[in-house]
């Protein structure tokens, strides 16, 4: 079943339930998909993709609200919170991302690779690892190749 039609049906489901959250998240997606359809450069389907490249800027952009929110405390708790139901609900969607355990072990070969110590540029490990072909979190990798070289 396409993503498109998943959506399709849980958007019905959700209608149906009166799950405002699914609701609005479907929306915002089909919503997202419409816009990047309409954009001028836009040719060819829209497909699973497609629909994968807009959920993953989506998520993207909405963890970098939900990081401000977090901050906020009590205020932000809330919406914060239907955020985070977002990023739940659409990682189904997406590509599993490495682990911390296996990004980890990648970082250290790339140490060991670039025969590289605590006055190496983190930026040296992360540009290695990140070409490694592995779908990748860059903010861990990053986070990784800065704690390893600093000990």
């Known amino acids: 079943m396409s993503i498109d039609q998943q959506l399709r049906d849980d958007q ?11 609701l609005n998240v479907v929306r915002s997606i089909r919503t997202e998909v419409a816009t990047a359809q309409a954009a001028p450069k836009f040719e060819g389907e829209v497909d699973d993709a497609l629909y994968v490249d807009v959920i993953a800027t989506y998520v993207k ?18 919406r914060s919170a239907s955020i985070a139901f977002e990023i739940e609900y659409l ?5 599993k991302k490495l682990g911390e ?9 790339a140490i060991i690779d670039l025969d590289a110590n605590g006055d190496t540029p983190p930026g040296k490990v992360v540009g290695l690892v990140m070409r490694s072909g592995e779908d990748l979190d860059g903010a861990l990798v990053n986070r990784l ?7």
């Open 61 to 78: 952009r909405i963890q970098k609200a939900k990081a401000e929110y977090d901050t906020m405390g009590e205020a932000g708790a809330e």
């Open 91 to 95: 990682s189904r969607y997406l590509p």
């Open 12 to 22: 019905k489901t959700a209608m149906k339930a009166g799950d405002k959250a699914t």
């Open 145 to 151: 190749a800065s704690e390893l070289l600093s000990e």
């Open 101 to 109: 355990a296996a990004t980890r072990e990648l970082v250290e070969q």
